[in-house]
């Protein structure tokens, strides 16, 4: 599968801005699909993840109610919409597709989307 990540831009603190992540090659039904950042000098790090067979969604305690991950399988793609936006959300973020692992990690990751900018000014 080949993604592609878009939406990123500049926002000011508290406002919202929605990532979506374009699927092409298999359904993103097919995976375990995931959001990413990675902040200037820091790891990528987990933001949310859904399975699809349970609609489940995991969510990293930072963006916890202010995030939020959905699927479209029929236009094979996903999204993140973000609101609340705070300065320490500035980063670029990966979406991701997984066939098994342990999903918290970007290590079980087999597939990556080329990253998007989200900059967030106080």
């Known amino acids: 599968v080949q993604l592609q990540a878009f939406g990123g831009g500049l926002v000011q603190a508290g406002g919202s801005l929605r990532l979506s992540c374009a699927a092409s090659?298999?359904?993103?039904?097919?995976?375990?699909m995931a959001w990413f950042r990675q902040a200037p000098g820091k790891e990528r790090e987990f933001v949310a993840f859904?399975?699809?067979?349970?609609?489940?969604?995991y969510y990293a305690d930072s963006v916890k109610g202010r995030f939020t991950i959905t699927v479209d399988n029929a236009k094979n793609t996903v999204y993140l919409q973000m609101i609340s936006l705070k300065p320490e959300d500035t980063a670029v973020y990966y979406c991701?597709?997984?066939?098994?692992?342990?999903?918290?990690?970007?290590?079980?990751?087999?597939?990556w989307g080329q990253g998007t900018l989200v900059t967030v000014s106080s």
């Open positions: 859904v399975i699809r067979s349970s609609s489940n969604e």
């Open positions: 090659g298999r359904a993103v039904s097919n995976y375990v």
């Open positions: 991701a597709a997984s066939s098994s692992g342990t999903y918290y990690y970007p290590q079980s990751y087999n597939y």
